[in-house]
């Protein structure tokens, strides 16, 4: 694979194993971050710092961006001192931050009047997943961009090509909403046999055995039975996924109840103060709700 010179952009929990596993696929590094300290493990292992979005990108071929939210791709790439100020004609843009498909397709207009092309690729897997290069990619933007693109993605996962711009988005909130609603699927039959005096621990045994199996019950589940919820993906996170969710459905004229309630529920979890803790802490309104608490036998043996 050619090496190419890679800017990376946010340093955050998924963002820094995606620019560690780039860095170890042999291509040279530029990052930056707003927090410099998060740079230091990257530069520890050989990458460069850079000194602003502006910098990365003049210094760079391809530049990835892992940020927050839509402001923050906005700024990132339009600033006075963004990606597009440094940017030569033909730099490869990938946005892989999870933002409103309205965004990805204004942001990819002003790269690509800057002679840029620009794919969104949003991401599905959590910090695991971003340490073990087995995210799913979902990938937006003209198909020949994707195919050059290819061999970056599949050092961070599986890439899968979705459409034009703004398509990626659109598959991620599909994502987010199928996340978000198997993770209170899983809390409310773990409250319910929690309630009912059933271990936890065999509930999530034999429902992980069965039809009703789930990749975030594989995942999450052991860590929710020991009440353990330090962030993989934080709920304030998927509380704005499912704001996106939202205003997209009322943009396409779709009715989504059961991701409206996901939302109030974690809206919910932000109300408590709960938006640093890992999604799947939206246990905790569940159980709040049946005055329970969600812990396996064998914590307390």
């Not at 694979?1 to 530029?30: C, D, Q, S, W, Y």
């Not at 004609?89 to 942001?107: E, Q, R």
Request: charged share 20%; aromatic share 4%.
């Amino acid at each position: 694979m050619e090496r190419k010179v890679i800017g990376f952009i946010g340093l955050g929990i998924m963002g820094a194993p995606m620019a560690t596993n780039l860095l170890r696929g042999g291509h040279p590094l530029v990052v930056y971050n707003r927090t410099p300290a998060k740079m230091q493990p990257l530069l520890a292992l050989g990458a460069e710092a850079g000194q602003s979005c502006q910098d990365v990108a003049a210094r760079s071929e391809v530049v990835i961006s892992m940020v927050s939210d839509s402001p923050d791709v906005e700024q990132v790439y339009l600033g006075a001192e963004g990606v597009l100020a440094g940017a030569k004609p033909g730099t490869l843009l990938i946005d892989m931050s999870t933002i409103s498909p309205v965004t990805a397709v204004k942001v990819a207009k002003a790269a690509s009047e800057k002679g840029c092309p620009m794919l969104d690729a949003p991401v599905s897997g959590g910090d695991v997943g971003a340490r073990n290069a087995t995210l799913a990619i979902m990938v937006g933007g003209d198909r020949e961009v994707f195919e050059r693109a290819k061999p970056i993605f599949e050092l961070m996962g599986k890439p899968v090509y979705c459409g034009p711009s703004g398509a990626g988005q659109i598959v991620k909130a599909c994502n987010q909403i199928a996340t978000a609603l198997h993770m209170i699927a899983m809390a409310e039959a773990l409250v319910l046999g929690a309630k009912a005096g059933v271990d936890p621990a065999i509930v999530l045994k034999v429902l992980s055995g069965g039809f009703a199996q789930s990749r975030v019950m594989d995942v999450r589940g052991p860590r929710v039975i020991q009440g353990d919820f330090q962030p993989g993906f934080r709920s304030r996170l998927h509380y704005k996924d499912l704001n996106i969710v939202l205003e997209t459905a009322r943009a396409y004229q779709c009715s989504l109840p059961a991701s409206a309630l996901a939302h109030e529920l974690f809206g919910a979890m932000q109300a408590q103060g709960w938006g640093e803790l890992d999604h799947s802490a939206i246990i905790q309104v569940i159980e709040s709700l049946s005055n329970v608490k969600v812990r396996s036998r064998r914590n307390n043996e």
